[in-house]
T-cell receptor
Framework: EAQVTQNPRYLITVTGKKLTVTCSQN?????MSWYRQDPGLGLRQIYY???????DKGDVPEGYKVSRKEKRNFPLILESPSPNQTSLYFC????????????FGPGTRLTVT | GQQVMQIPQYQHVQEGEDFTTYCNSS?????IQWYKQRPGGHPVFLIQ?????EVKKQKRLTFQFGEAKKNSSLHITATQTTDVGTYFC????????????????FGQGTILTVHP
């Protein structure tokens, strides 16, 4: 089944404790992206990747890191999480660039205390 | 930077009534996508519009892209309870040097509630 998977689905952590949210797709998609969703703000793009080893900032990259060492994986790293990073995070992928249908993962709900 | 405004933020309708959500970009778009997110779910792609003035239909849903490629709308005719959810538009900015199809800017979304 074609899908985007994220882990963990739920995470409660404390300020400053490094964490990684994994994202993996099995559709051989070139493009992958991370978003955060907050009430009243919609989805905001954090980082995107057009292909392996190619990443670029979205609208809200501060406090986040990403890497794209393999085509299928695009982990989101929070080196020192803060409470304002409490949010619902979605990973998405598409065939090639953002100009194609994006497939979203199920989401990761992160709480930073 | 590019901004995409979507209105209304909330819409409550009786089943059978029509519904429209509007999306306006501060800059010219290359194309625009529409997504639906059911409560507790993830966004699901509905459609993409590329051409100026384009109109596309999917059963009871009608999507339009403005002539200036800066606005778009989604209209649902005779809403059903299955239409409940949040509808998002997502714009990809146009650039003279060739479109960089990496960055997408989503609108804030319109939350649709349908009363049976």
């Amino acid at each position: 089944e074609a899908q985007v998977t994220q882990n963990p689905r739920y995470l409660i952590t404390v300020t400053g404790k490094k964490l990684t949210v994994t994202c993996s797709q099995n559709m051989n998609h070139e493009y992958m992206s991370w978003y955060r969703q907050d009430p009243g703000l919609g989805l905001r793009q954090i980082y995107y990747s057009m292909n392996v080893e190619v990443t670029d900032k979205g609208d809200v990259p501060e406090g986040y890191k990403v890497s794209r060492k393999e085509k299928r994986n695009f982990p989101l790293i929070l080196e020192s999480p803060s409470p304002n990073q409490t949010s619902l995070y979605f990973c998405a992928s598409s065939l090639s660039t953002g100009g194609y249908e994006q497939y979203f993962g199920p989401g990761t709900r992160l709480t930073v205390t | 930077g590019q901004q995409v405004m979507q209105i209304p933020q909330y819409q409550h309708v009786q089943e059978g009534e029509d519904f429209t959500t509007y999306c306006n970009s501060s800059t010219t778009l290359s194309n625009i996508q529409w997504y639906k997110q059911r409560p507790g779910g993830h966004p699901v792609f509905l459609i993409q519009l590329v051409k100026s003035g384009e109109v596309k239909k999917q059963k009871r849903l009608t999507f339009q892209f403005g002539e200036a490629k800066k606005n778009s709308s989604l209209h649902i005719t005779a809403t059903q309870t299955t239409d409940v959810g949040t509808y998002f538009c997502a714009g990809i900015p146009w650039s003279a040097g060739g479109t960089s199809y990496g960055k997408l800017t989503f609108g804030q979304g319109t939350i649709l509630t349908v009363h049976p």
